[in-house]
């Protein structure tokens, strides 16, 4: 039994008052307790130990102290100033004689370590509240994160940041200011985060990111990293350390593992940098393979003989083809723009302090032990990022950049359970008007009702959708500019998913237990798509192929032919991945590693 004067903190913290010296508020005005310097977090470890083994759906934040009920308080933002644990010590605990509680009287040893924890406190206090008040800004965990601006990356970092925010860090989130105002309009994202008084937004400048052609988007976009975001990541750093009394200063970067320069930066600083992949773990490797595979006259290709198989790649021996190899691999020449940027990307990434990995260590060895054992660094699986943020707070983080239809929703409510094709490509496909109708006559003859998510800009010379097309669909389906994945996903009524196979969207379809159909556009999704059929046999994969006849066949071999062999190898890797982000399964245990790792990067 937790101690007896816990219980006034952990159930009454309407009847407390938090204070300094100056400024008293009365139960009405501060319903909570808003209390302890940014930089005497360490004092309270052992109490939020106790606290949440008696009430866990307290979330108390380690670096701020500010205490956040889950359970029948409302919130209070936390203000501007902050209240010293004193406070709270004295205010209780006036003297022993008036608190009744004495460590000497104290049957069970637990309630006396915890009376003990609190006597410590007010000794400490006896050499002066200034100097707690004045220890270094280093010993705050502040963690920085940096994500390549498109919307794959946006999302899964910034799901990344709420997760290190419920485990009590200092967050500074990095957006490009476009970025930046999309989520603020289409998201809770801004609200969201208020009730963490230790996170906050930062932006930088734009940079070119709407070019529909996927070679000129790269090339582009990292020419606009390079003169426009790496300068102003330097200056941000710069200014944070000359406002150090306003936040914490820099203790860990989380860079994109594509924004490689910020590795410099960081090392001009002082400061770690971890690299955070938003690729799977195969992709990443095959980046990573690139000198053994020219080495092995492999790249570039000497021929057009696609079906090649490629057996110098480790882990990937017997299944991968050259068409399975990442996009930006399959060039002519070695001088090509993009292969040349992947290849500069990985490789100087290898010097990065460790690597976050959004996957899963049972999904995907022995690619994440591979890359940690040719890095020298720790590689942390933590993902499903999705699943892994909704293990914790049980409700989903919308992080869209463009504005979400729900009423798809309602239309999947009047269908009949497993009877529904999903069909996607995600945020950056884009396909001909040829493509287009040989999808749209495959999909409509294979007789599936169909939910379609057509961006206005997904087509390569039109500015929007055919509206005799729109038409058509409203007898046969339902077609929607942008829709909520992850709930559409776990609809009862989804039976398939026709996917582009980005990341993302492969580790959403793994978690729902969603049967996929591949058809990959570029990066990594050309060896995604091979893990769904070969490798994991979820799915099918229908790379470099789109004629409506082939189409119809797989869609049908998908969601009737099939179906029971694939819904019963879906299902049960969503199990082993659902069992991986709770209390004691490998991401979970993974998760909270990188957290005390990161804590220590500030001592």
């Not at 070695?334 to 500069?344: A, K, L, M, N």
Request: with cysteine; charged share 25%.
């Amino acid at each position: 039994m937790l101690a007896k004067l816990f219980w006034r903190i952990i159930k009454e913290p309407d009847k407390l008052w938090a204070h300094n010296m100056c400024t008293k508020y009365t139960p009405k005005e501060s319903p909570m307790l808003a209390i302890a310097q940014p930089t005497d977090s360490w004092i309270w470890k052992g109490i939020i130990k106790a606290r949440n083994r008696i009430w866990p759906d307290l979330c108390w934040h380690i670096s701020t102290g500010v205490n956040i009920p889950c359970k029948g308080h409302s919130q209070v933002e936390a203000g501007k100033e902050w209240y010293s644990y004193y406070a709270l010590v004295s205010q209780l605990f006036p003297n022993e004689a008036d608190s009744g509680y004495d460590s000497a009287r104290a049957a069970d040893p637990e309630e006396a370590e915890t009376i003990s924890v609190i006597r410590g406190m007010e000794a400490a206090h006896s050499l002066g509240i200034d100097r707690f008040n004045k220890m270094e800004p280093k010993q705050v965990p502040s963690v920085l994160i940096l994500p390549l601006p498109a919307q794959g990356h946006v999302s899964s970092m910034l799901k990344l940041a709420e997760l290190l925010c419920l485990a009590g860090l200092h967050v500074t989130f990095l957006n490009t200011e476009q970025n930046h105002q999309r989520l603020v309009k289409f998201t809770d994202a801004s609200s969201r985060f208020t009730k963490f008084p230790a996170f906050r937004f930062e932006t930088l400048p734009d940079i070119p990111s709407d070019i529909q052609n996927p070679e000129n988007l790269i090339k582009e976009m990292f020419a606009g990293i390079d003169r426009v975001i790496k300068p102003a990541f330097r200056e941000l750093l710069i200014s944070g350390r000359e406002k150090a009394e306003e936040w914490p200063p820099v203790t860990c970067i989380i860079a994109d593992g594509v924004m490689s320069f910020t590795i410099d930066v960081a090392k001009e600083f002082g400061i770690p940098n971890i690299a955070f992949r938003t690729i799977s773990a195969a992709c990443f490797w095959a980046y990573l393979c690139i000198p053994k595979l020219i080495q092995e006259d492999e790249l570039p290709f000497k021929d057009g003989d696609l079906n090649k198989q490629i057996t110098c790649v480790p882990g990937m021996e017997s299944f991968l083809r050259r068409r399975d190899l990442p996009s930006f691999l399959q060039a002519k020449e070695f001088s090509d723009p993009s292969i040349q940027i992947v290849h500069t990307q990985s490789s100087k990434s290898m010097s990065s302090s460790a690597f976050i990995l959004n996957s899963i260590e049972e999904l995907e060895n022995p690619m994440p032990s591979h890359i940690g054992t040719l890095a020298c660094a720790k590689v942390y699986t933590i993902g499903p990022l999705s699943a892994l943020l909704s293990s914790k707070k049980n409700t989903t983080s919308s992080t869209s950049l463009r504005a979400v239809d729900k009423s798809c929703l309602t239309w999947l409510d009047s269908q009949q359970l497993k009877s529904v094709l999903y069909v996607s490509f995600g945020s950056i496909a884009v396909v001909t008007a040829e493509q287009l109708l040989e999808f749209w006559y495959g999909i409509v003859n294979s007789g599936k009702p169909f939910l379609w998510v057509m961006r206005p800009d997904s087509i390569i010379g039109e500015r929007q959708i055919p509206e005799e097309l729109m038409l058509a669909t409203k007898e046969r389906g339902c077609m929607v500019d942008w829709s909520p994945q992850e709930e559409v996903l776990e609809h009862s009524s989804i039976g398939g998913f026709l996917t582009h196979s980005g990341w993302n969207s492969t580790l959403e379809a793994i978690t729902a237990g969603a049967p996929m159909l591949c058809w990959p556009y570029f990066a990594d999704q050309q060896i995604n798509s091979r893990y769904v059929d070969a490798v994991w046999k979820i799915g099918l994969d229908m790379k470099d192929m789109c004629e409506r006849s082939i189409i119809e066949r797989m869609v049908r071999d998908l969601m009737e032919d099939r179906k029971d062999e694939f819904m019963k190898s879906s299902e049960k890797i969503a199990n082993m991945v659902r069992s991986c982000v709770e209390e004691g399964g490998s991401s979970y245990r993974n998760f909270e590693r990188l957290v005390e790792d990161i804590s220590s990067m500030s001592l």
